[in-house]
């Protein structure tokens, strides 16, 4: 009965290989959201979906795309791999556009 | 758009005694302001949260105190427990109507020391 779910939890893979990360949340909430946290530990939000609808992007590299098949699901791919990509990957939803959020438990990207 | 900044950084407490962990954000259109705290290798949790109409509000050990004037925000925990230990983030709330986000401040790791 986990509220937010992620899969991998761990994902090591070499430069320039495509990777996705995939979410689930059960809450019936209708936002959705994808955050990374670098290693000096800063959260900070990549996308959020309302409804399945994008509503931000914080000009983050096309090389990342996220699909939301439903409002229970939120993916995030991963195109042409970087270094600076490896950090923890965060989804997270909420009721309410920016209100209380729950967070899935992370997914480690490790690019070598 | 919307700027949190998180004062200290780092911050180590003897067990028992109380730390306090300061924001202060740019919008002042902002109104929601939560505190997450995060132990190592876990997910953020909300652990306390202030709306802009109300200026402080207690949760047992845990209190936040919010000056709108000042645009500025705390979080105190008094009677600290080593399981206090961990990263805490504040995070305000900003947007236009149908594109609101939360921008996070840049985490306080807290320490209490036995």
Request: charged share 20%; net charge neutral.
């Amino acid at each position: 009965d986990t509220a937010v779910s992620q899969t991998p939890k761990y994902l090591v893979t070499q430069m320039g290989n495509d990777k996705s990360i995939k979410c689930e949340q059960n809450l019936g909430h209708d936002t959705m959201y994808w955050y990374k946290q670098d290693s000096k530990k800063f959260l900070k939000i990549m996308f959020s979906y309302n409804n399945k609808e994008l509503i931000i992007n914080e000009t983050v590299p096309n090389r990342f795309s996220p699909k939301s098949p439903d409002k229970a699901h939120l993916n995030l791919h991963i195109n042409s791999l970087e270094l600076g990509d490896s950090a923890v990957y965060f989804c997270a939803s909420s009721q309410l556009l920016a209100g209380v959020q729950f967070f899935g438990p992370g997914t480690r990207l490790t690019v070598l | 758009g919307e700027n949190v900044e998180q004062h200290p950084s780092t911050l180590s407490v003897q067990e028992g005694d109380s730390a306090v962990i300061k924001c202060t954000y740019s919008d002042s259109a902002s109104n929601y302001f939560p505190w997450y705290k995060q132990e190592l290798g876990k997910r953020p949790q909300l652990i306390i949260d202030i709306r802009s109409n109300v200026g402080e509000k207690k949760d047992q050990r845990i209190a936040v105190t919010l000056n709108k004037t000042a645009k500025h925000f705390s979080l105190h925990i008094t009677e600290t427990q080593p399981e206090d230990s961990a990263v805490y983030f504040c995070a305000a709330s900003s947007g236009d109507f149908g594109n609101e986000k939360l921008t996070f401040g840049t985490g306080t790791r807290l320490t209490i020391i036995p």
